[in-house]
Every structure is written in structure tokens, then in C-alpha cells.
């Protein structure tokens, strides 16, 4: 199990990490999602002993990766697949990793074979497309045969059967009672492979539960109602009349009526009551991914001008300034109602599990564990109370500082420790 309590880590005055408490369990694929720069790298190197925490601290199994006895052989991971020497084959570059790491050089040839990559397996890795490079990195990660695994964006530049594999390896390397932490960009893809889903936004954790709760906290059902393109006046006569009844009625970008807040049957007789004809009536629920954007529009920090989502929000009265995010509390604006979490509540774990650090608003209140007492820089003005740390506890010492450069994470520059670079 990998175990993270009041991890923070500052670069100067940028804050990458906050106080990021979390379990990633045996037996299943914890998804690790995130915003472009809100930290799951980051996350990822100091749970590999690759950056120290500024504050708090992360265990394997226990230990501090540092600290593990035997830890290629521990745990294995995928950081960055481009960091290979290119000059040498797919093969001596996995040989020097074992050796390294007392691995029998027979194993090389097994892993070869579980990526896919045992017949180009003499070739130089500098003439790999981006799709082999990552095979190499995967083949990397599972050398020592370990049980803890992690993988940065694996899928990264695999086409569809490469994608396809991925995910079944994922899957039965966590059937096989490993630990699988993997942070990916892909939602569809994540929604199929993960089971557990850990979500940070700005580097603090806005969500540790399960797939499919993380979609019924962070969506609502809804139903698209469409009358003839031919009669707009069935259109608005069907809005008013769903809207006297309670329903909340918003215009999809097609010209259909996204309704909530009414049950189907009620909808349906609201519209016979009416005299609308109907073409469509159809219930919907979220993908992971609208869940997603939903939990993480206010904690995004790069953003194209020509806003993608603009046609879920509900449009703001003339003259009104869009609503401040609040990490944790999703986006307000979207059509549907805010999740069970709102109300100041930062980590919704999954129902019926005991928060393992106390509970929910208070990360870090492991009773006896350290948390960080570090200023929440994302705290605003009356909002702070919902995500700043106690400050209670010491931080944690820093991991050992006898760092053995994991054989695990394919890389040059990632394997070597923050001091070194
Ligand atoms: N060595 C460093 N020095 C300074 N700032 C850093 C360093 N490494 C990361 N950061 C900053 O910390 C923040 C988190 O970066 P990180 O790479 O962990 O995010 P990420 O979630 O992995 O992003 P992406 O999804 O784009 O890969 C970013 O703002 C990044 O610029």
C-alpha cells in the first residue's frame, strides 16, 4: 500500500503539492487525475523518494521508498519513457537496469516479451516510435517483478490496441493483488481501467472514492427533451411549462432542453398536459469525464480562450463576474446540482468508509501522524477554513537521505535524486 499523509512540496514560491493525504490499496487500479500542473508528477517522484516533501511525508509498504529494503525489486515505475539512452537496444537498456538491481537477465527477455517488444528488442531505442518508447518504460517498470507499481500516463502515444493492452495489464497486474497507481489524462480510458479514482486540483486533493461514486457525486441524471426543429414555439411552450412544475431547464447547443430536477414519467406528462409533440426524450447520466471537468473547472490552470465547456454552463445574467472556484466544492454554475460534498466538506470519501484521516475538511488529523503545518497558499478570504491545514503536529522528517536511484522508473534524469539535478 502506498500511504501519503500532509504531503506538500514547494519549488521557491510555488506551491506544487499541499497537504495531500491519501491510501492507494492492494487489489485495484487507483486512477491519479489531475489538471496540466496540479502535481501528480510531483506526487509521484516523492512517493519514489525522487523529490523530498517539504512537509509530510509518504510511505511504501511502510517505509519511505529510501528506506525499503530492496525496492526495484519492491516496486516498479513508468515516469518518463523518453528518458532512455537511445543509443543503446531496447535490450542492454533493460540489462543494465537489472543488473543494477540483482535481476536475472532472463527476466529481461521475459518482460520483452509481456510489451511486445522481444523482436526489436536488439534495436537501438533512439529510432523507437513514441508508442515503443513506452512499451520499453512498462517493460522497465515490471523487471523487478514487483508488487507496487506506478505509471505516469502510460497510454501516452499508444495506439488503439496498445491502449487495449494497457488497460488489460493494469488490470491484471491489480488482479494479481498488486498495487496500481496510474495517472492518466484520458478519461474514457480511466473510466475502463481504474477502479478507486484520487483527484487533485492545484495540488490538493479534491476527491479519493471510487469510479462510480465519483460520477453520481459529481453529476446529476438529467433529461434532454426534444420537440420539432420546425415548431420553436413547442419548444418554448414545453420550457415554461417544465419550469412551473419545479423543473430546471437549460438550452443544449442542438436546440434540445436539458431538464432536471423532474422525474421521466413527470416530464412526459408535463409535455402530453401541454400539447407538446415530442422527438426525443431520453434519460442521461455523466460520463466520468463531464464528472471530471465538473469537479476540476475551478482548478485549471491552463486554458484555451475558446472555452470548450462554455455550452454546459449556465449563462450568467448581463454584467455579472463568473463565480470564484473553490477547490473542492466542483464548479457553480453547471447545470447539475451541486454534489453531497458542498458546503464547505474538501474530501468526499466514499460512502460508508471511515475518512482514514479524520474526518472529512480536516486532511492531515491523523491522530499521532504528522500533518503539515504549512499556510494554505489556495486559501481565499472566507473559504480558507474548508481547505487550510491544522496546524497541529511537526511536519515529518525527510525520507533517508541515503537515496539508491530507483531501478524502476524509466528514466535519466528522474532517477537521479531532486539534489543531484
Ligand atoms: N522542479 C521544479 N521546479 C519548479 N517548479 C516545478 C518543478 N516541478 C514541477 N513544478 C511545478 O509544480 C507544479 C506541478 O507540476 P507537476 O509536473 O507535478 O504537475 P502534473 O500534474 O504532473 O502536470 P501534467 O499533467 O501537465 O504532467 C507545476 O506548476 C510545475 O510547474
Sequence with gaps: MIEAVGLTKRYGDKTAVYNLSFQVRPGAVTGFLGPNGSGKSTTMRMI???????????TIGGYPYRRLPNAARQVGALLDAKAVHGGRSARSHLLSLAQLSGIPARRVDEVLGVVGLHEVARRRSKGFSLGMGQRLGIAAALLGDPQVLLFDEPVNGLDPEGILWVRNLMKSLAAEGRTVFVSS?????????????IVIGRGQLLSDMS???????????????????????QREKLSAALTEAGGSVLPEQDGALRVTGLP?????????????????LSPHQASL???????????????????QKEGFQEPLPPGAQPPLPVPGQGQPGWYAPPPPQQGGQYVAAAPGTPHPYGAPGAPGGVPGAPVAPVANPYAQPGQGAAVAAPPSAA?????????????????SDVT??????
Design 264 to 280: 421521466l414519467p413527470r416530464l412526459s406528462d408535463i409535455a402530453h398536459e401541454a400539447g407538446v409533440r415530442l422527438w426525443e
Design 185 to 197: 489524462h484520458l478519461m474514457s480510458e480511466m473510466a475502463l481501467t481504474a477502479d478507486h479514482l
Design 289 to 307: 469525464e463531464e464528472a471530471y471537468m465538473r469537479m476540476t473547472q475551478g482548478v485549471v490552470d491552463y486554458r484555451s480562450t475558446t472555452d
Design 416 to 421: 537521479k535524486p531532486e539534489e543531484a539535478r
Design 48 to 58: 519514489l523518494g525522487l523529490d523530498n516533501p517539504t512537509a509530510g511525508h509518504v
Design 211 to 233: 469510479v462510480k461514486d465519483f460520477i453520481s457525486a459529481n453529476s446529476a441524471d438529467f433529461a434532454r427533451m426534444r420537440t420539432p426543429d420546425t415548431e420553436p414555439q
Design 395 to 411: 511536519p515529518a522528517a525527510a525520507p533517508a537521505a541515503s537515496p539508491a536511484a530507483p531501478a524502476g522508473p524509466a528514466g
